[in-house]
């Protein structure tokens, strides 16, 4: 009377397995972002504390915003005419669209390099000009660049270098979570002046985390210099417009 009881519940419980290991498995379908990529022209960073110091910025922006790109860095100097066209070389084919139906990979890297803007940026690295900030496409594939024309200064002093990392790095969060084919008017667009603001408190808060700099007494020079905002300062712009309300 019990063999028929067993042989039931093993056929059970054999039916039940097949089940179990028959159902698919579900993946996670959001796309991987690449680490940082920072390419650096030759004559910098010969002792190793331009991108420790760059780094020492991006790395604790990432680990508090997260990591969104991919996002290029490119510490540029006139040092080496070769070593720059090779960079602006490999910046096109960061660029490419490999699904595009209307060009190859070839002209797009050739459209890209013929830009005027992109023409006149090489000549103002090459002339040594202190120039760049952070760009973005708007069309696939959607990648983010912080660029410094002339990377010396970050060079020298490695407060300003790691200062610029994590205001940058703050920007990557804001376009990722923008759409600026909107109008301006639009929700979806970013609007500057708060964008800087934001950026200049976190990475003054970020400099402070990491006992670079005093908070409270970075956030009023601002007030005087006007910061990455360029002049005038606050205090000297309200005092031309008296009736001005932010």
Known sequence: MRLPFVFTFLLAYAIAGMTLAEEPV???????????????ADGLNNDGSLVKNYRRGLDYAIDYFGNYGPYYVYLLSSDSEESIRQIYLQRA???????????????????????NNVTNEI?????????????????????????????????????ENTWGALHEYHHVFQMAHCDTKQSRSSDKHINSWMAEGMASYSSAKFM?????IDFEDYMLQLKKSGANIGRPGINEYVAKHPNWQL
């Open 26 to 40: 579900k993946r996670d379908d959001t796309p991987i972002i690449p680490a940082p990529v920072l390419l650096v």
């Open 93 to 115: 084919k960061n660029r490419i669209n490999q699904n595009s139906e209307t060009s190859t990979a070839r002209e797009q890297i050739a459209e890209f390099m013929k830009r």
């Open 123 to 159: 000549k103002a690295v090459l002339a040594g000009k202190a120039e760049g900030g952070l760009t973005w496409t708007q069309h696939p594939p959607i990648l983010y660049e912080d660029v410094t024309t002339n990377a010396k200064g970050r060079e020298k002093d490695p407060l």
């Open 208 to 212: 402070q985390n990491l006992s670079l």
